[in-house]
């Protein structure tokens, strides 16, 4: 069974330019949600989307950032325009709840730069 | 407010030796409990979870945890490190404000095992 991919691993960007991040959860997984590690700091929860629907955004740091998830397949999650303090790694994680037990499985994450 | 303390940045310990990897939790309600690893340019790997039942919670790789519901705690053990254990471990909590199941995560615990 494939696991969590995440497109691309790395991105460099200059300040105000758009980046673009894709995710593809494990086949059949209705839970799909986006984190960020910071500067080393704690994994911070963005948002989660049920299949199509956004259950919780209440982790986007501000309208710069939008999440789709069509189809209720794979994910975007785009920064518009990109600002420094926007670097740091993100991750996707998709889950099977309650049926698959709580865990949520992470992708390899994409590390962005903002110079 | 609801939290995960990982107090230690990093622990040494030499191959062969016992491990243990330290984290504390403030939730309200009853704790969903997860650890995680990270290894060097991988995505996060789950480990083991506390839902319910047996305190005492066996994960994959020899590693097990211990739920202490009175010291809120959910400290990571292994009976004997590898060097391949070496990596960066985030404890996590399911937060049980709202309809979702996002993660709050600890700051991460890098493990270095010497050889």
């Known amino acids: 069974e494939a696991g969590v991919t995440q497109f691309p691993s790395h991105s460099v960007i200059e300040k105000g330019q758009t980046v673009t991040l894709r995710c593809d959860p494990i086949?059949?997984?209705?839970?799909l949600y986006w984190y960020r590690r910071v500067m080393g700091k704690e994994i911070k929860f963005l948002l989660h989307?049920?299949?199509?629907?956004?259950?919780?955004e209440s982790g986007m740091p501000n309208n710069r950032f939008l999440a789709e998830r069509t189809g209720g397949t794979y994910s975007t999650l785009k920064v518009q325009p990109a600002e420094l303090e926007d670097s740091g790694v993100y991750f996707c994680?998709?889950?099977?709840?309650?049926?698959?037990?709580?865990?949520?499985?992470f992708g390899p994450g994409t590390r962005l730069t903002v110079l | 407010a609801q939290s995960v303390a990982q107090p230690e940045d990093q622990v040494n310990v030499a191959e062969g030796n016992p491990l243990t990897v330290k984290c504390t939790y403030s939730?309200?309600?009853?704790?969903?409990l997860f650890w995680y690893v990270q290894y060097p340019n991988r995505g996060l790997q789950f480990l083991l979870k506390?839902?319910?039942?047996?305190?005492l919670v066996k994960g994959s790789y020899g590693f097990e945890a211990e739920f202490n519901k009175s010291q809120t705690s959910f400290h990571l053990k292994k009976p004997s490190a590898l060097v391949s254990d070496s990596a960066l471990y985030f404890c996590?909590?399911?937060?049980?404000?709202?309809?979702?199941?996002?993660?709050?995560f600890g700051t991460g615990t890098l493990l270095a095992v010497q050889p």
């Open positions: 506390y839902i319910t039942g047996d305190n």
């Open positions: 996590a909590v399911r937060d049980t404000r709202g309809a979702t199941n996002k993660l709050i």
């Open positions: 989307f049920v299949k199509e629907s956004k259950q919780d």
């Open positions: 994680a998709s889950s099977q709840e309650p049926a698959g037990g709580y865990e949520q499985f």
């Open positions: 086949s059949g997984h209705d839970n």
């Open positions: 939730v309200s309600g009853n704790p969903y």
